[in-house]
């Protein structure tokens, strides 16, 4: 399974979009990809979810994906959990995500919402339209495909391991000191 996922998502991922279609386009890639990212990252064992509970993926501040999301959560399963999708307006309650997309109404809102969960063990994933902060994930589009850059530094100062197979398959990484 893990093996198949590697293999469709540089597929997934470099699908070149036209300029009028991309926010669309981008955003029903990266809905698919969301849920599978927890696949590939190993959090402290104070922070695994309990046998039987999903992983949480948190939407923090505006939701781009809606349904979309919902739809792709629904048919991950990693190991034996599943992805249970969470929209919160803000950073309360955050600390029982495993995944948080953020986005605020403004750059600055996004910006306050990452040093908010600073402190947790949360995978944060933001995207372009978010302004120049960055979460330990970033979409961006490069070359009319959506790719992703990787904060393997920052993930490691919250405790969070990623697998060397999602590191390979990034754009970029900031690796761990």
Same mark, same amino acid.
């Given at each position: ?11 997934? /991922?470099? =699908? ?21 990212? &927890? ?70 809102? =996004?910006?306050? /919402?990452? /040093?908010?969960?600073? =402190? ?9 339209? &978010? ?39 990034? &754009? ?6």
């Amino acid at each position: 399974m893990r093996a198949a996922f590697l293999l469709a998502l540089p597929g997934c /991922l470099s =699908t070149s979009v036209p300029a009028e279609a991309q926010p669309p386009a981008t955003d029903a890639v990266q809905a698919r990809f969301l849920p599978k990212f &927890a696949r590939y990252v190993g959090w402290p064992a104070a922070r695994r979810p309990a046998p039987g509970a999903p992983f949480q993926l948190c939407v923090i501040g505006r939701d781009p994906y809606g349904p979309a999301l919902d739809a792709a959560a629904a048919s991950e399963r990693v190991d034996d959990h599943r992805v249970a999708v969470r929209r919160l307006p803000d950073e309360r309650g955050a600390e029982t995500c495993h995944l948080a997309f953020v986005r605020g109404q403004q750059p600055a809102d =996004t910006g306050r /919402l990452l /040093l908010a969960l600073r =402190t947790l063990a949360v995978l944060t994933i933001t995207d372009q339209r &978010a302004g120049p902060q960055r979460g330990m994930v970033h979409f961006a589009s490069v070359a009319g495909r959506v790719r992703f850059f990787i904060n393997d530094a920052e993930a490691g100062l919250r405790g969070l391991t990623i697998s060397s197979r999602l590191l390979a398959l990034a &754009a970029g990484v900031t690796q761990r000191r």
